[in-house]
């Protein structure tokens, strides 16, 4: 596709439910990440792949987050038993490689609101 | 963490030049400067990255001092959809590939 793509765009999940989100990289990215943006912050990194590996997960806050990318193409992050503080928008991003000075686009986001 | 020091707000008339500082003196010889913008509801937008030298392309110039500790992003001709959050970051991480945002500098272009 011409850009990150994200669904769902919006959801709307109870406390204690498990949800899903997924990401579709620009086509032929390699580096994928995924960020966590809370009302009036900046985005905040949570995890990265190149193509199927999780090169670094440091910015997940808890075990009840966990992304994968099986086939290095669509990446899906989980939360299970979502809580209140889990509200945000989640970012996904791409690039064809990082390297220094390499751009990377972002998507539009899955906004979460959990109740 | 990547920390950059950016105003909270700025102001500026359409038409007009806007000029966006940053500092960034943790900034080590190696890691680009990035500038994103983020329109309310939509995902960051890439605008410019640069190492050292000046950078032009069709959204705005980038324009870095000698000792690379600070920045300015200037869009040339403002309009009323550039009204958006604007982050400058540098890269941090093993490999560079960390973006650490900060929360901004929100840009008001005033009819």
């Known amino acids: 596709g011409a850009g990150v793509s994200q669904s769902p765009r919006y959801k709307v999940a109870k406390r204690g439910q498990d949800v899903a989100l997924r990401c579709d990289p620009i086509s032929g990215h390699v580096s994928l990440f995924w960020y966590q943006q809370a009302l009036g912050q900046g985005p905040e990194f949570l995890t990265y792949f190149q193509n199927e590996a999780q090169l670094d997960k440091s910015g997940l806050p808890s075990d009840r987050f966990f992304a994968e990318r099986p086939e290095g193409s669509v990446s899906t992050l989980k939360i299970q038993r979502t809580q209140q503080e889990d509200s945000a928008v989640y970012l996904c991003?791409?690039?064809?490689?990082?390297?220094?000075?390499?751009?990377?686009?972002f998507g539009e986001g899955s906004w979460l609101t959990v109740v | 963490d990547a920390k950059t020091t950016q105003p909270p707000s700025m102001d500026c008339a359409e038409g007009r030049a806007a000029n966006l500082p940053c500092n960034h003196s943790t900034i080590s010889g190696n890691e680009y400067v990035y500038w994103y913008r983020q329109i309310h509801s939509q995902g960051p937008q890439y605008i410019i990255h640069g190492l050292k030298n000046n950078e032009t392309n069709e959204m705005a110039s980038l324009i870095i001092t000698e000792d690379r500790k600070s920045s300015t992003l200037i869009l040339p001709h403002a309009t009323l959809r550039d009204t958006a959050v604007y982050y400058c970051?540098?890269?941090?991480?093993?490999?560079?590939?960390?973006?650490?945002f900060g929360k901004g500098t929100l840009l008001t272009v005033n009819p």
């Open positions: 991003a791409s690039s064809a490689i990082w390297s220094l000075g390499n751009t990377i686009y």
């Open positions: 970051m540098h890269a941090s991480g093993g490999s560079n590939y960390k973006l650490t």
